[in-house]
């Protein structure tokens, strides 16, 4: 069942998640996730291995759930500091991010 929240890229391009999501996905201190830009939208994935990896981003969970976008992938997607941000998420672990229309 897809699930949604509103989020925001904070100073220093980080997002934080709820602790039911990650709870929901088995996210602690550490677990890894690939972010795969496609467009303008962020595909996350938990632990999952890439043969190319030119194709992907890599990034762990800090102690206080949250995730740094690399300035480097928030410059693919043109999402910048304060922007809006869309996460829905489905119940096999893929999270999915999309710039919402608003603006900061």
């Not at 989020?7 to 550490?30: C, N, Q, S, Y």
């Not at 102690?63 to 690399?70: A, F, Q, S, V």
Request: a negative charge; aromatic letters at 8%; charged letters at 30%.
């Amino acid at each position: 069942m897809e699930r949604y929240s509103a989020r925001t890229i904070d100073e220093l391009g980080k997002i934080a998640f709820h602790i039911e999501l990650r709870e929901r996905l088995g996210l602690e201190v550490g677990s890894g996730l690939s972010l795969k830009p496609l467009d303008n939208i962020l595909i996350l994935q938990v632990e999952t291995k890439n043969d190319d990896p030119t194709q992907y981003f890599e990034a762990k969970v800090d102690e206080i759930g949250r995730i740094t976008l690399p300035k480097e992938l928030r410059e693919t997607l043109g999402w910048h500091i304060k922007s809006k941000i869309a996460v829905y998420y489905v119940d096999d672990g893929m999270l999915i991010f999309k710039c919402a229309t608003m603006s900061a």
